[in-house]
């Protein structure tokens, strides 16, 4: 249960980034943003952690870790994410994200082994449904312009980067705290970022107004730094198969917390919602149940 309210709550910040970051780009690049994402994530993770801050021998012994997580995990991520977003509608690329409890599951199966369960399985189709839902507005009939494109190709790519970062996460936790994990993997990205930011055009701080560092606070203490605590937390306490189902609460988050922005809750938003959340509760269900070997 605890796991859980991680993972949700983690979900609820990720999806309060999709309107944090379109407040960010109107004023700045893409690199730009992420640094700023980054940079305060690593402010407030240091803060939570300045009485014990990680030691350099935690850097030598957990290095190949905090290389995948933060460089391939979240880094490339981000790259191939708005590379593909210059090529894709939104519709598309969410989709394709939506898919990643699917693709979670088979990584896990492949590399740590883990067994799939029939719930497992039933709960994700379930879930997609909802995500589907939402996505074309209730309006099934807008499945008919549905195309891929070379965006989508790289939306997949990130797609399944994100998923083996929930495995390398499961897998490189062991013997670190969860917090100094996600501090030096927050870190390792925020040094890439850095080290690309002085070729990408970058606007002189005054010429931001509030709106913008309000979200970049926003996205880097909740969306950053809180919800890869808790998300990560959770993640090591029921592994990446079962924790992944949870990303298809992030769309569902995003529209919610649209209504706290002035836009208006449709129909469609709740009967998704509904269909998304009988899919955790499939997958959470703890009866016995039958393993697809």
């Known amino acids: 249960m605890k796991a859980s309210f991680y ?88 989709l394709i994200m939506s898919l990643n409890p699917a693709v979670t599951l088979i990584f896990s199966r492949i590399f740590l082994k883990t067994k799939l369960h029939v719930k497992q399985v039933i709960g994700i189709l379930v879930a997609f449904v909802g995500v589907l839902y939402l996505l074309v507005k209730g309006n099934l009939a807008a499945l008919q312009h549905f195309s891929f494109t070379t965006g989508d190709l790289l939306i997949f790519i ?3 980067i994100f998923a083996m970062q929930h495995i390398w996460t499961k897998k490189y936790t062991g013997g670190i705290t969860i917090r100094d994990f996600t501090l030096l993997t927050n870190v390792v990205c925020l040094l890439c970022f850095l080290a690309i930011l002085p070729f990408t055009p970058v606007q002189s701080i005054s010429m931001h107004r509030w709106p913008f560092w309000v ?20 993640l090591k306490m029921i592994g990446p198969g ?3 189902i949870f990303i298809n609460i992030v769309p569902l988050s995003t529209a919610l917390t649209g209504v706290w922005l002035g836009k208006p809750l449709q129909f469609y938003h709740l009967v998704s919602g509904i269909i ?8 959470q269900y703890q009866r016995r149940t039958y393993s697809l070997k």
């Open 7 to 94: 993972l949700l709550i983690a979900a609820v910040f990720w999806g309060l980034n999709f309107h944090f970051a379109q407040i960010m780009l109107q004023s700045s690049s893409s690199t730009e943003a992420g640094f700023w994402r980054f940079l305060f994530g690593v402010a407030t993770l240091t803060l939570l952690s300045y009485k014990k801050l990680p030691s350099l021998n935690l850097w030598r012994t957990h290095f190949k870790g905090f290389l995948l997580v933060g460089f391939v995990g979240s880094f490339i991520f981000n790259i191939f994410f708005f590379w593909g977003m210059l090529t894709t509608s939104p519709l598309n690329a969410a």
């Open 158 to 160: 990130a797609n399944a």
């Open 215 to 234: 979200s970049a606070i926003g996205i880097g203490t909740l969306g950053t730094a809180i919800a890869f605590l808790l998300w990560n937390d959770g």
């Open 242 to 244: 079962r924790a992944g």
């Open 276 to 283: 998304i959340i009988s899919g955790l509760v499939i997958m």
